[in-house]
């Protein structure tokens, strides 16, 4: 079992920056692959970003690429998702989950095991 808390969240103008974290505990982070998801209102939820265990391997959706950057620290069990140069399209509740196949990077919602309750992004433009 793994508890995942999010927070960073905010409001930020077009352009600007946050950084996400998310908070894990229970059983050893770094049995897991993490990964953002994002769902804005009316809208399904949709991939951001993953990592692997070991920070290997990283993998982004297209809209984000070269905007955002995800990241953990293994001895804070902590996961983070920096968001530059943000968009208004970028509005959403931000979640962070954990994968127990922590070798692979996987974009698909219903493959992971845990998740936390979200943070708030609203960019406004």
């Known amino acids: 079992q793994v508890q995942l808390v999010e927070s960073g969240g905010g409001l930020v103008q077009a352009g600007g920056s946050l950084r996400l974290s998310c908070a894990a505990s229970?059983?050893?982070?770094?049995?897991?692959?993490m990964g953002w998801f994002r769902q804005a209102p009316g809208k399904d939820r949709e991939f951001v970003a993953a990592?692997?265990?070991?920070?290997?391997?990283?993998y982004y959706a297209d809209s984000v690429k070269g905007r955002f950057t995800i990241s953990r620290d293994n001895a804070k069990n902590t996961v983070y998702l920096q968001m530059n140069s943000l968009k208004p399209e970028d509005t959403a509740v931000y979640y962070c989950?954990?994968?127990?196949?922590?070798?692979?990077?996987?974009?698909?919602?219903?493959?992971?095991?845990?998740w936390g309750r979200g943070t708030q992004v609203t960019v406004s433009s």
């Open positions: 229970g059983r050893a982070f770094s049995d897991y692959a």
């Open positions: 990592i692997s265990w070991n920070s290997g391997n990283t």
């Open positions: 989950a954990a994968d127990r196949n922590r070798y692979r990077l996987r974009t698909t919602d219903s493959l992971y095991d845990y």
